[in-house]
């Protein structure tokens, strides 16, 4: 184990302990002063890992290796929640995490990650690349994160153990997964099943013991996390259209020279259409390998999915602000 990840891992605990102001105050990193750490819970050739190591090949590129990027991959930091917070105190540079873990942080994430919100992958990416997308990544600032760009996660559909979802009333009763998230939970929760939040990582040995029924995804991390083998029926309820974030720490953020947090800026939105590009290649390569092994895959229709799910906007919309943020993005529509 290297230094960075042992004294990380201490870290971790330290932080998960309550003992923050320790690891600020103190740990070392056990990298050389231009080196940037990253994580992101996916596996080294999933698509949001691949545009972080590119952004950071940019990054030595531009200042002719001054700064530099070394990326932990696969979740071996810990869970999206613990690294986020990890990196909000400084011991982890950049994070790449779901909007789920951001939601219980900044209220504004919740609103993009509503269910039926996004008409299509088009609607969610005209509007995040624009204006509405820069006021949420602002958002995170108060809390510790600069939020630098969204990433595509596709339309997460649910996948289970016992037989195709074709209306809400064939969830009622299943044990499905869900990111630690308490919208999550509610989305699942009105659609009559039981929601169960559990990290990824412990989803594959889960739906294999029938601890849980099953968990609901995009195709890419339905394949990349083998859940497929397990699960044998996905239903395309596309629930959910919302995006992945790339965020850094502030405190990092706060040590460097504005021309070194222009190039940041600017790095990762230009890591975007490559990650796109990755993203739509390996949906159809996940695709591909689900349906070549045999998963029963249906199409469901939206309506009495989104019409159960509409409660969850009233019970999570709060604020005139997230209000407010709901109803431009709704205007948004689809491009023209
Ligand atoms: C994936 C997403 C991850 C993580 C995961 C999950 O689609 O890329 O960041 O949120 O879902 O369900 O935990």
Same mark, same amino acid.
Not at 59 to 68: F, K, M, P, Q
Not at 166 to 191: F, H
């Given at each position: 184990?290297?230094?960075?990840?042992?004294?990380?891992?201490?870290?971790?605990?330290?932080?998960?302990?309550?003992?923050?102001?320790?690891?600020?105050?103190?740990?070392?990193?056990?990298?050389?002063?231009?080196?940037?750490?990253?994580?992101?819970?996916?596996?080294?050739?999933?698509?949001?890992?691949?545009?972080?190591?590119?952004?950071?090949?940019?990054?030595?590129?531009?200042?002719?290796?001054?700064?530099?990027?070394?990326?932990?991959?696969?979740?071996?930091?810990?869970?999206?929640?613990?690294?986020?917070?990890?990196?909000?105190?400084?011991?982890?540079?950049?994070?790449?995490?779901?909007?789920?873990?951001?939601?219980?942080?900044?209220?504004?994430?919740?609103?993009?990650?509503?269910?039926?919100?996004?008409?299509?992958?088009?609607?969610?990416?005209?509007?995040?690349?624009?204006?509405?997308?820069?006021?949420?990544?602002? $958002? =995170?600032?108060? *809390?510790? &994160?600069?939020?630098?760009? !969204?990433?595509? %996660?596709?339309? +997460?559909?649910?996948?289970?153990?016992?037989?195709?979802?074709?209306?809400?009333?064939?969830?009622?009763?299943?044990?499905?997964?869900?990111?630690?998230?308490?919208?999550?939970?509610?989305?699942?929760?009105?659609?009559?099943?039981?929601?169960?939040?559990?990290?990824?990582?412990?989803?594959?040995?889960?739906?294999?013991?029938?601890?849980?029924?099953?968990?609901?995804?995009?195709?890419?991390?339905?394949?990349?996390?083998?859940?497929?083998?397990?699960?044998?029926?996905? $239903? =395309?309820?596309? *629930?959910? &259209?919302?995006?992945?974030? !790339?965020?850094? %720490?502030?405190? +990092?953020?706060?040590?460097?020279?504005?021309?070194?947090?222009?190039?940041?800026?600017?790095?990762?939105?230009?890591?975007?259409?490559?990650?796109?590009?990755?993203?739509?290649?390996?949906?159809?390569?996940?695709?591909?390998?689900?349906?070549?092994?045999?998963?029963?895959?249906?199409?469901?229709?939206?309506?009495?999915?989104?019409?159960?799910?509409?409660?969850?906007?009233?019970?999570?919309?709060?604020?005139?602000?997230?209000?407010?943020?709901?109803?431009?993005?709704?205007?948004?529509?689809?491009?023209?």
């Amino acid at each position: 184990m290297n230094d960075l990840l042992a004294s990380l891992q201490v870290s971790r605990r330290t932080i998960l302990a309550g003992g923050a102001a320790a690891l600020a105050a103190g740990c070392s990193r056990g990298l050389g002063p231009g080196v940037l750490t990253a994580t992101d819970t996916h596996v080294n050739d999933y698509p949001t890992v691949q545009a972080v190591i590119r952004f950071g090949k940019m990054l030595e590129r531009a200042t002719s290796g001054r700064l530099s990027l070394r990326m932990y991959p696969g979740g071996q930091l810990g869970n999206e929640r613990d690294t986020l917070e990890i990196t909000t105190f400084g011991g982890l540079d950049f994070n790449r995490v779901n909007l789920a873990p951001l939601n219980s942080i900044e209220p504004l994430t919740t609103v993009a990650a509503l269910p039926f919100l996004f008409t299509s992958i088009e609607h969610m990416r005209s509007t995040l690349d624009g204006p509405i997308g820069d006021e949420i990544l602002a $958002s =995170l600032e108060p *809390h510790g &994160l600069i939020g630098l760009c !969204f990433y595509d %996660s596709g339309a +997460r559909s649910f996948y289970n153990t016992r037989g195709p979802i074709r209306t809400p009333d064939d969830m009622r009763g299943l044990k499905l997964r869900v990111p630690g998230s308490d919208l999550y939970i509610a989305m699942v929760q009105s659609l009559g099943a039981d929601a169960v939040p559990m990290p990824l990582d412990e989803v594959y040995q889960s739906l294999a013991q029938g601890v849980i029924d099953g968990a609901e995804n995009n195709w890419p991390s339905f394949e990349s996390g083998r859940h497929f083998e397990v699960a044998r029926f996905y $239903s =395309l309820t596309r *629930h959910l &259209l919302a995006p992945e974030v !790339f965020v850094m %720490s502030k405190r +990092r953020w706060d040590t460097l020279s504005a021309d070194d947090q222009s190039l940041i800026r600017r790095s990762a939105k230009q890591s975007v259409p490559y990650m796109r590009e990755l993203w739509d290649d390996q949906v159809e390569k996940s695709k591909a390998i689900i349906m070549n092994s045999g998963v029963e895959v249906n199409e469901i229709d939206p309506a009495p999915f989104a019409e159960r799910m509409r409660g969850v906007w009233d019970e999570f919309l709060t604020t005139p602000e997230q209000r407010d943020l709901a109803r431009r993005i709704v205007e948004v529509g689809e491009p023209s």
